[in-house]
């Protein structure tokens, strides 16, 4: 701290040169770590320490049975893949015999929740993109009234999930609203594939304005010139569109579409809430983020190794996301010139 | 330097936190508290879920003008039970002493137990409970010990529809309500509902119509006993009501609250629901239409035990207070107490039978006859998993049946067995 406090130097004379520079920066740079250092001791506590201990309890057993006698439960122990292997091979280990897991156990609904998540990021994040440039587009243009609408789009972003979710609650109740205004008679709630569809309309409804918001920052980064400069050249508005617009929007609307697969890819509150998992046979809007809660209350290091797994896999769509689409959020200055430049 | 010292402080003490948290979760067992002598009093804290009645808090003014020295805290938890159960987990699983007297639902007691956390009611700590009611006892015991005593319970009551069912009689098995179900259709409603969404309700539901058959579940070792021709025959009821319609298709997503609505909207004749109810139609406005013409009756077979039991943590250092509390808990006039001030239901037998006071209370007399004959959910220490396996099997089940599919039984209840089989291996 006493570097802090130290008065500021008067410019270095001419003389030090390169050396006295040298020693200037390192001095800068052991400071800068000094003043990091609690903040990366804290992070390290309340971020990579729970990870690890997950990582490490995913390897363990929480009870090895019952002692028949006094009923209690025998400390359990190391079990190595154990849990990774039920949950991927959908095991179970009944009477001390390894097995395939019966229906209406955990490890069963597990490719049955993966291919939930995956179905809802892919439509959710699809259709939030398209609805999110067609508002950005809205946004974008000059007229009456733009703060306004601006400040409209926003709120369905602005109410907190749970809210969201119990308002399409009563919509989508058997008696409610939409079945009402529609005069049909659906289930949107525990049918299949509408609850799947209920889930999808508000997630939808809730986040497009997210995806809108980003979308307009890039937008508005486009010069107008290039717009003149192809009005002259005689460019379509389809053209420029597809040659203009949607290249020079790539970057932003790479990030945008990342931040919004991730997100949906540990979906939770909405499904939650709304059908509490179900849906058809009872499991059809179960997210691995569901079945990780649900399993907890069963076995702690089982859930632990479940979301280790779901850990992974949003890991890797993040990774091969930036590795394909070149998403930039390392800040990489030159890359992301390079990445316009050949847009 | 100040405020480093401060931030490493807080980052030691967070450390420190998260390793005796580890220290715990890894530990199972080990050691036994329980084993303490009785006669430890003192200031004590009783927990239990959210008291919407406001009561709870003046009986503990009660209990602290007679004990000036071992006064009792109330802690209210969420009125969430899963968060309720989390948040008891939590504290145990530290070896906490800070809560001393636990309500616990009935079918925590062998989880809890299981893992040394709750003070065997034995020795020292042995309760005369031959005046409570039989069913409510047996909830709070595992492995043939008590655990938890009867605080307040809970079973479920038939509602039905006095004017649609005329002059004939109040049916006691499922099958004799199914033969009244063309009186419901004439009417254009729905004939009979209880508790059928993927959730907690559902493990009642199908407990009740398997014990009802005389099944059961599983035996007294946790192993399922499902593969019997009783609980055969109890699924089939309930297969075969979605399948005619009896048991309207919507029925599927009904947790009380729907069937409640229902009923009290006048579109349904019989419901299968918790004594609350009563109070419900009493004040609700949606059900002024039905208010004079409904009646109750104990469930028409066995119902299954709900209610909340009380066990002194393992880990208290006042647990000859914790005892007195619970002794005062249980006592007549808290219970009647509670009756009046909270509308639970007694777990002490001879209130039910003191004319004086069921007559202000009738909805005693009905609820009497449904724990007279009620049978508890399955006891395991491994309920969660039990519960799920059973709530994942049936509600496809009664989902095929309510869309016109066909269910084999048989094999519905063989896949529900293993599934009890594999959760309770712990997996």
């Known amino acids: 701290m006493t570097a802090l406090?130290?008065?500021?130097?008067?410019?270095?004379?001419?003389?030090?040169?390169?050396?006295?520079?040298e020693a200037n920066r390192r001095r800068v740079t052991r400071v800068a770590y000094a003043l990091l250092a609690p903040t990366i001791i804290v992070m390290l506590i309340i971020v990579a320490y729970p990870i690890v201990q997950s990582v490490i309890q995913s390897f363990n057993s929480d009870a090895s049975g019952i002692d028949p006698k006094t009923g209690l439960f025998r400390a359990g122990g190391f079990v190595g893949l154990q849990n990774y292997t039920n949950w991927l091979f959908q095991q179970c280990q009944i009477g001390g015999v390894t097995q395939a897991c019966p229906p209406g156990s955990p490890q069963a609904g597990f490719y049955n929740s993966v291919f939930v998540t995956f179905f809802f990021a892919i439509v959710t994040v699809a259709l939030e993109t398209v609805f999110g440039i067609w508002m950005a587009f809205i946004m974008n243009r000059n007229f009456r009234g733009r703060g306004i609408l601006r400040a409209a789009v926003l709120v369905p972003w602005a109410i907190p999930t749970a809210v969201t979710a119990k308002l399409w609650y009563f919509i989508f109740d058997p008696s409610g609203v939409l079945n009402t205004v529609l005069n049909i008679n659906v289930l949107w709630l525990s049918d299949l594939w509408a609850s799947r569809f209920a889930i999808i309309i508000?997630?939808?409804?809730?986040?497009t304005p997210f995806m809108a918001l980003l979308i307009l920052a890039g937008l508005q980064l486009i010069p107008e010139e290039t717009y003149e400069a192809a009005r002259m050249d005689g460019s379509s508005a389809v053209q420029t569109f597809f040659r203009i617009t949607l290249p020079l929007l790539k970057p932003a609307l790479v990030v945008a579409i990342l931040f919004r697969t991730l997100d949906a890819l540990r979906m939770y509150d909405l499904p939650a809430i709304l059908t509490g998992g179900g849906g058809g046979g009872g499991q059809g809007t179960q997210t691995l983020s569901?079945?990780?809660?649900?399993?907890?209350?069963?076995?702690?290091?089982?859930?632990s190794a479940l979301s280790t797994i779901t850990f992974l896999l949003i890991f890797a769509v993040a990774f091969l996301f930036i590795r394909l689409l070149g998403a930039n959020l390392t800040g990489n200055e030159r890359k992301a010139r390079r990445v316009a430049k050949e847009a | 330097m100040k405020k480093a010292l401060r931030v490493a402080a807080v980052g030691a003490t967070l450390a420190l936190s998260g390793l005796s948290l580890v220290a715990c979760s890894s530990g199972s067992g080990g050691g036994n508290p329980a084993a303490q002598s009785g006669n430890d009093t003192g200031p004590i804290t009783y927990v239990q879920g959210k008291?919407?009645?406001?009561?709870?808090?003046?009986?503990?003014?009660?209990?602290?003008?007679?004990h000036p020295k071992e006064k009792v805290t109330v802690k209210q938890q969420s009125d969430n039970a899963d968060q309720q159960l989390q948040d008891l987990t939590q504290h145990l699983q530290q070896k906490l002493s800070d809560y001393d007297v636990m309500s616990t639902d009935v079918v925590w007691t062998a989880q809890l137990a299981a893992k040394g956390w709750l003070q065997p009611l034995t020795g020292n700590y042995k309760l005369d409970l031959s005046g409570y009611l039989p069913s409510v006892v047996k909830s709070g015991q595992y492995v043939g010990t008590q655990y938890a005593a009867p605080s307040v319970t809970d079973s479920q009551l038939l509602y039905y529809r006095k004017d649609l069912l005329g002059s004939n009689p109040v049916p006691t098995t499922f099958a004799e309500m199914m033969k009244l179900c063309p009186i419901a259709k004439k009417a254009g409603i729905d004939c009979y509902a209880g508790q059928f969404a993927k959730y907690e309700g559902l493990t009642v539901n199908f407990n009740e119509v398997v014990t009802s058959n005389g099944g059961t579940v599983v035996d007294d070792k946790g192993k399922p006993t499902l593969d019997t021709p009783q609980a055969e025959a109890g699924l089939q009821e309930l297969v075969d009501a979605f399948k005619d319609g009896n048991i309207p298709k919507a029925a599927v997503s009904y947790q009380e609250q729907q069937g409640l609505n229902s009923f009290e909207q006048g579109k349904l004749m019989f419901l299968n629901n918790w004594p609350y109810m009563v109070a419900d139609i009493a004040n609700s406005a949606q059900a002024k239409d039905i208010r004079s013409k409904y009646g109750i009756a104990g469930y028409p077979?066995?119902?299954?035990?709900g209610g909340h039991n009380l066990a002194i943590n393992a880990y208290s250092k006042h647990k000859k207070t914790a005892l007195d509390f619970i002794k005062f808990m249980e006592s007549a006039d808290v219970q009647k107490n509670r009756v009046e001030k909270e509308?639970?239901?007694?777990?002490?037998?001879?209130?039910y039978s003191d004319t004086s006071f069921t007559d202000q209370y009738p909805y005693l007399v009905p609820l009497k006859k449904s724990l007279d004959s009620a049978v508890a959910r399955p006891i395991t220490p491994y309920y969660n998993g039990v519960t799920q396996a059973i709530q994942n099997n049936i509600f496809q089940a009664l989902q095929t049946a309510s869309t016109g599919g066909s269910v084999d039984v048989k094999s519905v209840l063989s896949a529900t067995s293993k599934a009890i089989e594999a959760a309770s291996s712990g997996s």
């Open chain 1, 202 to 207: 508000a997630d939808t409804w809730k986040t």
């Open chain 1, 5 to 21: 406090a130290a008065p500021p130097k008067s410019p270095p004379p001419k003389l030090a040169g390169r050396e006295s520079a």
């Open chain 2, 51 to 66: 008291d919407t009645s406001g009561n709870i808090p003046k009986l503990a003014a009660m209990w602290n003008a007679d």
């Open chain 1, 290 to 303: 569901i079945l990780v809660v649900k399993q907890i209350q069963q076995s702690n290091d089982s859930a």
């Open chain 2, 343 to 351: 509308s639970v239901a007694p777990t002490l037998s001879s209130l």
């Open chain 2, 301 to 305: 077979g066995k119902s299954a035990v």
